[in-house]
């Protein structure tokens, strides 16, 4: 009856140590089923904040890329205007300096054929004086019929001055134009005094009055004019008892150290210098 006892006290005591010790492992799961949940959710709450802060970033990437895309097309529209407005800038600006060049131009012009005038208007008063002393004196030039010889020494001399004209970059040039006897001094006097009058033809394009007569045998049948640039001259020569008159070319030249003779021929073409007459 002990030993009965006996055994169920250690069976007791036996269950109450599975218990306990049962008790003990429920509390350590639970323990660790609290502490794997409160793991859990704190993960979950920071991926949840990394997901939220991950689509805020997309957002204000989007909002960024889309304010860099408005700011670059304001850009180019900047850019489109303001080459634009250069090229019309240049294109007025291009005008504008064509125009001014043009009136320069024309000033030149204006004035070069207002100087030529005025000489030539100078010459022609002093041939008048001439002539009208000529007629109160009652001795006027004079003389027999030329010799071929003599109308072959008959040339044209052209000299050139350098001179300066305000607010004008050209070099421009004082053109002399006389007749020039080949001879002794007797010959010179003798074919002098049977010229009667020498006509200049000039280019059309530079001169308003291109045809410009001499006939004052005192200063040779002298011409002046004031170029800056060279062009071609003619001169008639008409000699007393001919029909015709002899001619002479010359190709302006602006060399002032050397004067310039007439030819009888321009290029190909002869022009008579002794006509048929």
Request: aromatic fraction near 6%; glycine fraction near 4%; include cysteine.
């Amino acid at each position: 009856m002990s030993d009965v006892s006996s055994n169920s006290s250690r069976e007791m005591a036996d269950i109450a140590s599975a218990l306990n010790t049962a008790k003990k492992s429920n509390r350590k799961f639970w323990l660790f089923s609290i502490a794997w949940a409160a793991i859990m959710v704190a993960l979950s709450i920071g991926f949840g904040i990394s997901i939220t802060r991950f689509m805020d970033t997309q957002a204000q990437m989007k909002d960024l890329e889309k304010t860099t895309k408005l700011q670059l097309a304001s850009l180019n529209a900047q850019l489109k205007e303001s080459r634009a407005l250069q090229a019309r800038t240049s294109k007025d600006s291009a005008a504008a300096l064509q125009r001014a060049e043009d009136a320069l131009k024309l000033g030149e012009r204006s004035d070069l054929w207002a100087n030529n005038l005025r000489i030539e208007l100078n010459e022609e008063l002093d041939l008048l004086r001439k002539k009208l002393s000529e007629l109160q004196s009652g001795n006027p030039a004079s003389g027999d019929r030329l010799t071929a010889e003599e109308l072959n020494s008959i040339r044209i001399e052209q000299t050139a001055q350098k001179i300066q004209r305000a607010n004008s970059k050209r070099n421009w040039r004082r053109l002399t134009f006389q007749v020039s006897i080949e001879g002794n001094a007797a010959a010179k006097e003798r074919v002098l005094r049977n010229i009667e009058e020498v006509t200049y033809h000039f280019d059309e394009r530079w001169y308003s009055n291109p045809s410009r007569s001499r006939s004052n045998a005192a200063n040779l049948f002298k011409l002046t004019v004031e170029v800056w640039g060279p062009t071609e001259v003619v001169a008639d020569i008409r000699i007393r008892g001919r029909q015709q008159p002899i001619r002479r070319f010359l190709l302006m030249s602006l060399d002032d150290t050397a004067p310039n003779y007439a030819v009888c021929g321009k290029g190909g073409i002869e022009y008579a210098c002794l006509p048929s007459d």
